[in-house]
């Protein structure tokens, strides 16, 4: 038997340098990510995140309300 996969909705801040200042600052971010708990959410959305050229921290996951994506091919 599989697990069940559902979807998490993972908020990922962002450090980024402002262009005319230089000063640094944060932004959220949110994604969808397909898991079958809390745990694998975050695998999941560090493979994702592991090439990005900024600084970045998880700071949220919850259970999304989404049942499920069908994608237009």
């Known amino acids: 038997m599989s697990p ?14 402002d262009e005319k ?10 994604y969808l990510i397909d898991a079958c708990d809390t745990n ?6 560090f493979k994702l995140m592991e090439n990005t050229m900024f ?3 998880i700071v949220g996951i919850n ?8 994608v237009n091919e």
């Open 4 to 17: 069940q996969y559902k979807f998490y909705e993972v908020t990922v801040q962002i450090e980024t340098v």
């Open 21 to 30: 200042t230089g000063k640094a600052k944060k932004k959220n971010e949110k």
């Open 40 to 45: 694998m959410a975050e695998k999941n959305t």
């Open 55 to 57: 600084d970045w921290e």
């Open 63 to 70: 259970l999304s309300r989404v049942q499920e994506v069908f």
